[in-house]
């Protein structure tokens, strides 16, 4: 027998406690894949609390002290520390740069011995500046690919100042004064407020990312609605959970979220890493399809990259 939407509307789990129709009508607001758990914690909470009846006002303190018990955690996890030689120090959050670059078709129009100078300058700045500085450097080409930028450079760094000494530097150069920043995402990495149910063992510290493994990157940026953020904590996390579990079916694609929240337009950066751009596909079309998707504001444009050596990058544009 089929299930239709009404029926998942009105659905409510068996009881274990006696609740008021109020009590009961404020759990139809809730997802009802997630009503459940919901449903569960605040039976839990009337009971470690000894009440027996639940109405409007233990909904409420029940939700509040879930809320209250994220919050805390949240807190914890934000001031955690390490020992280092016996000093206890903040762990580090790392600035994130995803910066897309055209040429100026009048480069091309330079003679010969000009160009190549220019690309031998170029790529040796950016050698020696991945080599030299404490800036994670990795190269993407999208030639051929997108018709408004040709290369991406993404930069992480402990210091935001180390962009704008790496880039000063680079317009000083003959091809540098050539490339025009089409666009450019700063983010910074944050620890993740959500569980991942379905993997516990599955490590989501985003306070430090390790990337440049996979061949492909696919990027873009993240805005989720204002209605998004009223939800509380506890809901947005069984909305999250089908969100992991539809992640967690296409393990070849490793997302790498930034936190873009006041230092620049957009919410979120998120970057997927992968050797099978069909598995990101494939990704994507199944997020389409989850509860979490009702939120979404923005997710464009998207950017395909194809990873390069820094030299390979500059020859990729044909000059």
């Not at 758990?37 to 909904?59: L, N, T």
């Not at 520390?81 to 995803?98: A, I, L, P």
């Not at 690309?119 to 994670?136: Q, V, Y």
């Amino acid at each position: 027998m089929s299930v239709n939407d009404k029926e998942l509307e009105d659905f409510m789990p068996a009881l274990e406690l006696n609740w008021t129709d109020g009590a009961v009508e404020r759990m139809k607001n809730v997802p009802f894949f997630v009503r459940k758990s919901v449903v569960r914690g605040i039976e839990q909470f009337a009971k470690d609390m000894g009440i027996e009846e639940v109405d409007d006002a233990v909904v409420s303190r029940a939700r509040q002290e879930r809320e209250g018990a994220a919050i805390a955690k949240a807190r914890a996890e934000k001031t955690q520390t390490s020992t280092d030689n016996g000093e206890n120090k903040e762990v580090k959050r790392q600035y994130v740069n995803f910066a897309f670059y055209k040429l100026d078709p009048a480069f091309r129009r330079l003679p010969k011995e000009e160009r190549e100078e220019a690309k031998r300058e170029f790529t040796d700045f950016l050698e020696e500046w991945d080599a030299n500085s404490k800036m994670i450097l990795l190269s993407y080409s999208m030639v051929g690919i997108r018709s408004d930028c040709d290369i991406m450079l993404w930069r992480i760094s402990y210091e935001l100042e180390e962009f704008q000494r790496m880039t000063t530097r680079m317009l000083l150069t003959k091809l540098g004064s050539y490339l025009n920043v089409t666009l450019s995402y700063l983010s910074m990495t944050k620890r993740s407020m959500y569980q991942d149910m379905f993997n516990p063992e599955h490590e989501e510290d985003r306070t430090h990312i390790i990337p440049g493994k996979a061949k492909y990157l696919f990027i873009y940026p993240f805005v989720k609605s204002r209605e998004w953020y009223l939800l509380t904590q506890f809901t947005r996390q069984g909305i999250m959970d089908e969100h992991i579990f539809v992640g967690n079916k296409f393990p070849s694609v490793k997302l790498n979220t930034t936190y873009s929240f006041g230092i620049d337009d957009q919410e979120f950066v998120v970057a997927f890493e992968t050797d099978y751009p069909q598995d990101f596909v494939d990704l994507v079309m199944e997020l389409r399809e989850t509860e979490g998707s009702r939120y979404v504001v923005e997710d464009t444009p998207i950017f395909t990259c194809v990873a390069m050596s820094l030299e390979d990058a500059i020859n990729s544009l044909g000059i």
